[in-house]
């Protein structure tokens, strides 16, 4: 009795096995991450004073998660002009650390140029610098200004 209860036993569980399994399921997992890019310069500042004939350092950070190139434009074609004889100015010129970590070369700003940052596969955590020098010289007294706009745009 033991040995049939035993085998009727294990009949119910192969039997139940062969006809129990269903086929398999698949799902797919799928997820949108948006696009996102946070630039800021000189900490927020807008203002930056520069001395003539001295390099004046800046900070940038930018965040984002997709291939950029970035576009630094001087409204006056990288000059300082006075505000008040607008045929007179001061040249000046700046080089950009385009990979954020540093001691890397800074690289000369060609205006208006879009230049791709650094390549990490569209995921950027930058903290870098670049270097506004005015050129040296005597020039006319007075207040000289100019508007340097920075233009993130994707590849």
Partial sequence: MKKLLTVVIALALV???GFA??????IMLNTVIAPFSSLTIN??????????GQPTTVPYAF????LV??????????NLVHIDVPNVYIPYSIAFDYDGEGPQEHVA??????????DTNGVYNLVGDFIITVEDGFYLEG???DIITFAITSR
């Fill in 143 to 145: 207040e000289y200004r």
């Fill in 109 to 118: 700003v060609s205006n208006g140029v879009p230049t791709p940052l650094v």
């Fill in 69 to 78: 190139d970035i576009s630094i434009t001087s409204d006056n074609d990288m």
């Fill in 63 to 66: 965040s984002g998660n997709e």
């Fill in 21 to 26: 399994l269903a086929d398999p399921v698949y």
């Fill in 15 to 17: 039997g139940s096995f």
């Fill in 43 to 52: 900490s927020g500042n807008p203002t930056v004073t520069v001395t003539v």
